[in-house]
C-alpha cells in the first residue's frame, strides 16, 4: 500500500487551537504546524501497519 501514518498527541494548547478553527484552511494551518514540530516524544509512526487496525 505504500502510505504511512504518524499518530500525533496533542497538548491542551494545540487542542483548543484545533477547536477553534473556524474553516478547513485554519485547520489544515494548525495541523501544519503541529506536523512540522515533529516532536518524536509526542508522535508514533505507524508505517504501513495502520492499514490493518484502520479496517
Known amino acids: 500500500m505504500g502510505t504511512h501514518a504518524i499518530l500525533f498527541a496533542?497538548?491542551?494548547t494545540d487542542s483548543a487551537r484545533i477547536?477553534?478553527?473556524e474553516d478547513g484552511d485554519a485547520l489544515i494551518g494548525?495541523?501544519?504546524e503541529v506536523e512540522e514540530r515533529r516532536d518524536t516524544d509526542r508522535l508514533c509512526e505507524l508505517d504501513?501497519?495502520?492499514d490493518a487496525p484502520h479496517r
Open 10 to 12: 496533542l497538548d491542551a
Open 19 to 21: 477547536l477553534a478553527c
Open 30 to 32: 494548525v495541523a501544519a
Open 48 to 50: 504501513s501497519f495502520w
